[in-house]
């Protein structure tokens, strides 16, 4: 049984939209969340990480919003670009989990010109 | 900079056969993990280790062994190759007392 439940499975928008990806977890331990980026033929690669004590961080055209009694978390990418095309993956870990991840299913964006 | 090394980047089993995937680090990170990718299933973590000489299963551990006998190596076996281990395999790294992970290129395993 999947930790970390993402959503949607795929998604495509134009250049310039806002893809928002969606993940939810169950377990209370999880202190960290990571998304990862992976593009084809290739490892996944951290893009942006938040712990629960804030509830939005943002990295350039990236931003995740957190919502610790929902037990939910997001990214959005701003201003998406072609290149911006990959899968992303969202993650989670406990505080004595250094490096063991639990991870959602990927979400497959596809930015089109 | 290598960063995370896997060995072999193909490979094509037989069911029944062994092989060792390899993957060598070199940022002298002291976690490492082995992780297979599978479509609508993300990445599932098999076996780990906080250092030399340390191991734990994972997720999904069965069919395969783990080793590690330096800081920079950490090996994966399989046994007795099944056609359900066909997957992407990726190890990982992360430094001491870090939750970022930086992964491999992967190793694309088909058995038949």
């Known amino acids: 049984q999947q930790q970390v439940k993402q959503s949607p499975q795929s998604l495509i928008v134009q250049k310039g939209g806002i893809p928002i990806i969606n993940c939810a977890y169950e377990n209370t331990a999880f202190d960290y969340f990571p998304w990862y980026q992976q593009f084809p033929g290739k490892g996944p690669a951290l893009l942006i990480a938040i712990r629960p004590d804030v509830s939005e961080k943002k990295e350039g055209r990236f931003t995740i919003s957190f919502n610790k009694s929902a037990k939910q978390f997001s990214l959005h990418i701003m201003d998406s670009q072609p290149g911006d095309s990959a899968t992303y993956f969202c993650?989670?870990?406990?505080?004595?989990?250094?490096?063991?991840?639990?991870f959602g299913a990927g979400t497959q964006v596809v930015v089109t010109p | 900079n290598a960063g995370v090394t896997q060995t072999p980047k193909f490979q094509v089993l037989k069911t029944g056969q062994s092989m060792t995937l390899q993957c060598a680090q070199d940022?002298?990170?002291?976690?490492m993990s082995w992780y297979r990718q599978d479509p609508g299933m993300g990445l599932r973590l098999i076996h780990y280790s906080v250092g030399a000489g340390i191991t734990d299963q994972g997720e999904v551990p069965n069919g395969y062994n783990v080793s590690r006998s330096t800081t920079e190596d950490f090996p994966l076996r399989l046994l007795s190759a099944a056609p359900s281990q066909t997957s992407v395999y990726f190890c990982a790294s992360s430094p001491r007392l870090s939750t970022e992970a930086f992964f491999g290129q992967g190793t694309r395993l088909t058995v038949v």
């Open positions: 993650a989670a870990s406990g505080a004595d989990s250094w490096g063991k991840l639990q």
């Open positions: 940022m002298n990170h002291e976690y």
